[in-house]
């Protein structure tokens, strides 16, 4: 059974940096493409940043530059580092498998509980 769980979310000014982390299991993690996707209050998804399963990375634009997406193979863990946080990046915050060659989905109907970050002062 597929699983991913998100953490790390929280409370932050401003300007400050949180790091999510998505412990994954249940599928071949090394071989499988990684995306952070976010929902804002009252909005739909957005997609974030994703990662190949060779390490290269691709970003939203909204992000770029302030975001740095990784991932621990061997832990079977992807995160997201992120920087320079404003409100406008207050939303839950989820990873996910993209099914298809495309980081900004479809993707595998298997999501965690997401993680909630709140940028406010």
């Known amino acids: 059974e597929v699983q991913l769980v998100e953490s790390g979310g929280g409370l932050v000014q401003p300007g400050g940096s949180l790091r999510l982390s998505c412990a994954a299991s249940?599928?071949?993690?090394?071989?499988?493409?990684m995306s952070w996707v976010r929902q804002a209050p009252g909005k739909g998804l957005e997609w974030v940043s994703g990662i190949y399963n060779d390490g290269s990375t691709t970003y939203g634009d909204s992000v770029k530059g302030r975001f740095t997406i990784s991932r621990d193979n061997a832990k079977n863990m992807v995160y997201l580092q992120m920087n320079s946080l404003k409100p406008e990046d207050t939303a839950t915050y989820y990873c996910?498998?993209?099914?298809?060659?495309?980081?900004?989905?479809?993707?595998?109907?298997?999501w965690g509980q997401g993680a909630q970050v709140t940028v406010s002062s």
């Open positions: 249940g599928f071949t993690f090394s071989s499988s493409a």
């Open positions: 996910a498998i993209p099914v298809g060659p495309d980081m900004r989905g479809p993707f595998l109907g298997s």
